[in-house]
């Protein structure tokens, strides 16, 4: 790794969604959080938009994880996702 690269952050505590029936995952990191929301059958709404943003902007600033996980988590729990 060079100097230019950095470590992903990661959630103090992974969030388990189940987007499709029998398929529950852990999501530990912004980056996974960002992926999830972008291939998850909602994307609209202001939960879904707050969730994406947040979880992008985590992904190059360490001081937005916290905001990207309960955005995340409330994305999930809105829609039934939360496992």
């Known amino acids: 790794m060079n ?3 950095s470590v ?3 959630f103090e505590t992974p969030v388990r969604v ?3 029936p029998g398929k ?3 999501i530990a990191s912004p ?3 960002f992926d999830f929301l972008r291939t ?3 994307q609209e709404g ?3 938009e707050s969730a ?3 979880c992008f902007t985590a992904t190059y600033d360490d001081t937005a994880v916290e905001d990207a996980w309960r955005g995340l988590k409330a994305f999930a729990k809105a829609h039934g996702f939360l496992a």
């Open 3 to 5: 100097e230019e690269q």
């Open 18 to 20: 189940a987007a499709r």
């Open 40 to 42: 998850c059958p909602v």
């Open 52 to 54: 994406l943003e947040a």
């Open 8 to 10: 992903q952050s990661c």
């Open 46 to 48: 202001p939960i879904y």
């Open 24 to 26: 529950v995952r852990e």
């Open 31 to 33: 980056q996974q959080a």
